[in-house]
């Protein structure tokens, strides 16, 4: 099945009004109409509603970063799928690394809240990856595996046709070491023949992206891998230049 390259921004805690205004500018004039790559751009929260105003006729999609499990209700400083989907986000990241790490969310929550995406008909981008002591210890499949189970778990089989997964070794983020292509690749198969082993179609439809210090001197290596369907982008979507040379490696 032929998949629709798909690459992700993740401009994480960066980028205020006069940036994301220059950057757009610059982005939306050397890309023109993005064809057969479909680029997601994914601001903090409070810039949502202002991107999707410059956004209006690119072609260029918006996600969010992050999101709460539940519809409203008294959580302060959250936000919810509902309130998403109203500001016009399509897709929303979930379970990164970062928030894994640094706010402690568990695989259960990471599970909830790719139920609330699929609820309110946000695509989920479940993230997914080893550190570097679990892949010393040869333990990659098993970390992996067990983030899929528990979002399996709570939203079955179905829930990952048309879903996007971003297998990012943590050890890669940030860190300007990039895995190989062929660590990408046995990676992402893994992900994929996991899938298929519970439905061929789920797999088949959904994308597998791959994250970690991705840049503009990588990605078309990273593009030729079978089950490398694109890209979620940190430091180097920040330059509008870099995150479009980028774009490119995966459009072929
Ligand atoms: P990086 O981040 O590209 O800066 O390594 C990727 C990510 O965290 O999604």
Redesign the pocket.
Do not use: D, F, W, Y
């Given at each position: 099945m032929k998949r629709t390259p798909l690459v992700?921004a993740?401009w994480?805690m960066h980028g205020q009004s006069e940036w994301i205004k220059h950057y757009i500018h610059e982005f939306v004039k050397a890309v023109g109409k993005p064809g057969q790559c479909e680029i997601v751009l994914c601001p903090p929260f409070v810039y949502l509603s202002q991107l999707q105003v410059l956004l209006r006729e690119t072609g260029l999609g918006m996600g969010a970063q992050n999101l709460h499990d539940s519809e409203q209700g008294a959580f302060t400083g959250e936000v919810s799928g509902p309130m998403l989907k109203e500001i016009g986000c399509s897709y929303v990241?979930v379970g990164?690394?970062?928030r894994r790490r640094l706010f402690g969310e568990t695989d259960a929550q990471v599970a909830a809240k790719f139920a609330a995406a699929r609820l309110y008909s946000l695509v989920p981008i479940l993230?997914v990856g080893e550190n570097e002591a679990e892949r010393a210890a040869g333990t990659t499949e098993r970390i992996v595996q067990r983030q899929l189970d528990a979002v399996l778990h709570v939203c079955g089989i179905d829930a990952f046709a048309g879903a996007v997964i971003?297998y990012?070794p943590v050890w890669?983020?940030?860190?300007?070491v990039?895995a190989t292509p062929a660590q990408a690749q046995a990676a992402h198969g893994f992900i994929r023949n996991y899938i298929a082993s519970h439905s061929e179609a789920s797999a088949g439809s959904m994308r597998i992206l791959y994250?970690?210090?991705?840049?503009a001197g990588n990605a078309a290596e990273l593009a030729q891998q079978q089950d490398v369907d694109g890209?979620?982008?940190?430091?180097?979507?920040l330059a509008a230049k870099e995150f479009l040379a980028i774009c490119a490696g995966f459009t072929g």
């Open positions: 992700v993740n994480k990241v990164h690394s970062e993230c971003a990012e890669a983020i940030g860190t300007g990039t994250g970690g210090s991705v840049r890209a979620l982008v940190g430091g180097a979507s």
